[in-house]
């Protein structure tokens, strides 16, 4: 590879701030609001043009997984008052992306979040060991945002992984990562008719054969199975059935061979549905998501690794910063379709909630630094389960606690008193 070296030169200083969010996410959600709700001055920084990540530009179909969270309940009472028709003023897991995005920003503005879209960080700033802000590049330049505090909830943890935080990029036994997806929606579905399929081990017996089966035998490769959605909207289903394996999440090239893969796989899926799917006969694209979604990428390494073990006894830890998370271990076949044979979904062994340690959160060497949503410190197993939206909103809820907590008692965040932040969840 060649290199160029490019020229110093000064940056103007943007902003400083108390709170940095980088990323918007379910868990940078929690985190901003979280902080600013906490009494710290906060900033949340977006790359793309509307906040939410996968639940709104991503299409998500639905919450999966739950948590015991103050601020999860409350984007699902406000959603319930946003809903229409049957379901007006009705809790609901299913997501209306177009409303979600709104309700995010007015939840922002209301906690006095200062919101930046259309901005990328692309560096740390750091200090010797401590993190003081990032480098972003937008239409205004490149440009430093100074903070005390960052929470790195992008997803991949750029910031984090530019910090100097050592990971694991994948399963540590090989690096794979779990394949990618490009949700899209359907509309013209008879809902009276239609079958749902919600997760890898659903099965439907039609005339034809089995619908998984079929879809194996008759959907391009690695795309190969069913799962479809009911949303807030009569006649439209969601499908998560595009799928592009072996890529890395962290790197340009295979993200843009994933959204080639992806799209081109959405025109033979629609024909599939219509061919095999009862209900389904008359259905048409209406809309696709215009932000992939990425499984699995960096696993930091915290002062704690959350592991599978710990889920399954549905451990109490003393310093828990989430609680009662659930859901299950759901890994995708890093080859193909369907699900990976360590994953296990209907028939998930343990009906508790389990805690998140304030620890999975926090880098060993780097201070001012919070890492938080599905690139906590955790196994590749464990993030199977963890990665699910309430968790990662959750677990921003608490990551943006204690970032407060640490600004108004002007202490290092990794002495911040766990007991207080579990007070104030």
């Keep these: 590879m060649q290199y160029y070296v490019e020229p110093e030169r000064q940056i103007p200083i943007r902003k400083t701030t108390e709170v940095l969010i980088v990323g918007s996410g379910p868990s940078g959600i929690g985190a901003a609001l979280a902080a600013a709700r906490g009494g710290a001055r906060t900033m949340l920084i977006e790359q793309g043009g509307t906040v939410g990540g ?47 995005k709104m309700l995010y920003l007015e939840m922002l503005l209301e906690a006095g979040v200062e919101v930046q879209l259309y901005t990328f960080a692309c560096s740390a700033v750091m200090e010797q060991n401590r993190i003081c802000g990032v480098i972003t590049e937008s239409k205004s330049g490149r440009e430093m945002i100074g903070a005390d505090i960052v929470i790195d909830a992008s997803g991949d943890g750029d910031i984090a992984a530019k910090a ?13 990562m779990q394949p990618a997806t490009i949700m899209f929606k359907v509309a013209g579905v008879d809902e009276t008719r239609a079958v749902f399929l919600g997760s890898f081990e659903s099965t439907y017996q039609t005339g034809r054969g089995e619908l998984q ?9 690695p795309a190969g199975h069913v799962l479809l959605y009911k949303s807030t909207l009569p006649g439209v289903v969601t499908c998560n059935m595009t799928n592009c394996t072996d890529i890395d999440g962290t790197k340009t090239e295979d993200l843009t061979r994933a959204e080639v893969t992806c799209r081109r796989q959405i025109d033979a899926i629609i024909r599939f549905l219509r061919e095999f799917v009862p209900g389904y006969e008359n259905c048409f694209l209406i809309s696709s998501a215009s932000l992939m979604g990425i499984r699995e990428t960096r696993h930091f390494h915290g002062r704690y690794t959350l592991t599978e073990q710990d889920i399954l006894e549905a451990r109490v830890f003393p310093d828990w910063v989430v609680k009662g998370a659930h859901f299950n271990f759901d890994v995708h076949n890093i080859a193909g379709a369907g699900l990976d044979e360590t994953g296990v979904q209907e028939r998930f062994p343990q009906d508790k909630g389990y805690t998140i340690p304030y620890r999975c959160f926090l880098p060993e060497q780097i201070d001012g630094l919070l890492f938080t949503g599905r690139t906590m410190s955790g196994t590749h197993m464990a993030h199977s389960n963890f990665r699910a939206m309430p968790i990662c909103l959750a677990m921003g809820e608490g990551c943006g606690t204690a970032a407060a907590i640490s600004i108004q008692s002007r202490c290092a965040l990794c002495d911040v008193p766990v007991e207080e932040v579990q007070k104030r969840l």
């Design 54 to 100: 996968i639940s709104t530009a991503g299409l998500m179909s639905h919450w999966t997984g739950t948590a015991d969270s103050r601020l999860y309940r409350e984007i699902l009472m406000r959603s319930a008052a946003l809903n229409e028709g049957a379901i007006h003023n009705k809790p609901v897991i299913q997501i209306d992306p177009e409303k979600l």
């Design 164 to 176: 100097g935080v050592p990971y694991t990029l994948g399963r540590a036994s090989d690096g794979g």
């Design 213 to 221: 089966a079929l879809a194996k035998q008759h959907l391009p490769h």
